[in-house]
């Protein structure tokens, strides 16, 4: 897993690209993170948001995090997170594991699945 944090990052950010949704404002979108750290996640949404709005993103079967918008593009959204940061890095590793188990799994690549499962 490629690490694309720099040095100066507070916490180490990790590409996790999860299908989720973003609440902000009332509004519910369908998004999609990119990399997320304790510290903050960058989600691509297309969704107008504010800098200093509040949203939160919910990742089916891992569950949700919410932070305040820090930077604002035309296909993505910035969010920094202030509390939690432990249920974040639980976040991660979860991830991290689930993904690992993928890898490490018997199964070829073009492996008929049901349900994410290998058949």
């Known amino acids: 897993?490629?690490?694309?944090g720099s040095d100066q990052r507070r916490h180490p950010r990790h590409d996790i690209p999860m299908a989720g949704f973003l609440?902000?404002?009332?509004?519910?979108?369908?998004?999609?993170?990119q990399n997320?750290?304790?510290?903050?996640?960058l989600v691509e949404v297309e969704a107008h948001l504010r800098l200093g709005d509040w949203a939160t993103i919910k990742i089916p079967s891992f569950g949700s995090?919410?932070?305040r918008v820090a930077r604002v593009t035309s296909t993505f959204v910035g969010l920094s997170f202030s509390d939690g940061e432990a249920a974040i890095d639980a976040f991660?590793?979860?991830w991290l594991a689930?993904?690992?188990?993928?890898?490490d799994s018997d199964a070829p690549d073009d492996?008929?699945?049901k349900d994410g499962q290998p058949v």
Do not use: F, W
Not at 23 to 33: I, Q, S, W
Not at 36 to 41: E, Q, R
């Open 1 to 4: 897993m490629k690490d694309t």
């Open 23 to 33: 609440h902000a404002g009332g509004v519910v979108v369908p998004c999609r993170v």
């Open 36 to 41: 997320i750290s304790a510290g903050g996640a």
């Open 65 to 67: 995090m919410t932070g």
């Open 92 to 94: 991660i590793l979860e």
């Open 98 to 103: 689930l993904n690992k188990q993928g890898a």
């Open 111 to 113: 492996a008929p699945e």
